[in-house]
């Protein structure tokens, strides 16, 4: 599932959920409606996005994943996974939740 929300400030920006509610992944912010909602079709159309993922570990040992478009522009970040088995697991979810 996925949420288009606007801020107070006015940027743009999705979040895509689990089904049981849980955020997957939360977008950068976009300039406009137009920006977003071509994005976002793009996301839902792609056939995989699983070599759009780029796996990361930050400084504390935490595992967290970056979507990135077909020109290497980051989309959006996933949360921090204590395992690289939950961040994979998050994969999988996100995958399945865009399609």
Not at 25 to 39: A, G, H, Y
Not at 45 to 56: D, F, G, I, M, P
């Amino acid at each position: 599932m996925i949420e288009i929300l606007t801020s107070q400030k006015r940027k743009l920006n999705f979040v895509v959920k689990s089904n049981a509610g849980e955020t997957l992944l939360t977008s950068v912010d976009f300039k406009n409606q137009e920006e977003i909602e071509t994005t976002v079709q793009k996301l839902t159309a792609a056939t995989s996005t699983l070599n759009k993922v780029e796996r990361k570990t930050n400084f504390e040992g935490k595992f967290l994943f970056h979507l990135k478009d077909e020109h290497g522009r980051l989309l959006g970040s996933s949360g921090l996974y204590t395992s690289e088995a939950g961040m994979e697991n998050g994969i999988k979810n996100l995958t399945r939740n865009l399609f």
